[in-house]
C-alpha cells in the first residue's frame, strides 16, 4: 500500500469529518488505523 495523493486527501477529509482512524483504515483498505 502506498500513500498516492488521492488516499491523503480521503484520509484528510474522513478526519475533518470526525470518523475514527478504525473507520478510515477499513475504508481505504490494505492500512492499520495504527498506519492511520
Known sequence: MSWTE???ETLKRM????QS????AK???GVTRNAV
Open 15 to 18: 478526519w475533518a469529518e470526525g
Open 21 to 24: 482512524a478504525s473507520q478510515i
Open 6 to 8: 488521492e488516499r491523503v
Open 27 to 29: 475504508e481505504l483498505g
